[in-house]
Every structure is written in structure tokens, then in C-alpha cells.
């Protein structure tokens, strides 16, 4: 977007996500924008809460075994785990 402020962008990307119901997009988006400000901050605390409600919400609507195995993946189990 040529902003220079990656939260902004981050921001938009999650906002637009959402309004999409594309809870593949919402959870990396909101996961990036918590790493990115950290949870010191309010915002980067809601976004990670965010991206783990997505991940969540994901794996309750798969089949018993690609769920453990969703919830296994490295970057799914560390933000469940922070």
C-alpha cells in the first residue's frame, strides 16, 4: 500500500479478512500484527486473542484427525502455546 507502516497494512489486510469470513487470511494477518507490536500493547493482545479464536474456530469445523493434525502444524501450535 506504500504506507511504510506494516502494522497499517497488517491492519487492513485483517480488517478486509474479516469482513470476508476468510479465516485463513484473519489468523496470520492478526498473528503478524501481534509478533509485529507485541503483547505489551493492547492492540498486539487483541490481535494474538484474534488470530487463537481463528485458529480455533478453524479447527473446530475440520474432521477429528486434520484437526490434530491443524493444531500440530509449528506456527499453529506456537501461537496457541504464546
Not at 25 to 34: D, F, H, N, P, S
Request: hydrophobic share 45%; charged share 20%.
Amino acid at each position: 500500500a506504500g504506507t511504510g507502516d506494516p502494522a497499517a497494512t497488517l491492519r487492513r489486510s485483517a480488517t478486509l479478512a474479516e469482513g470476508l469470513g476468510t479465516l485463513p487470511v484473519v489468523w496470520q494477518a492478526r498473528a503478524l500484527i501481534g509478533a509485529l507490536l507485541g503483547t505489551d500493547s493492547e492492540e498486539g493482545a487483541r490481535s494474538l486473542a484474534a488470530a487463537r479464536n481463528a485458529v480455533l474456530t478453524i479447527a473446530g469445523d475440520l474432521p477429528p484427525d486434520l484437526r490434530d493434525e491443524w493444531l500440530d502444524r509449528p506456527n499453529v501450535s506456537a501461537l496457541l502455546e504464546g
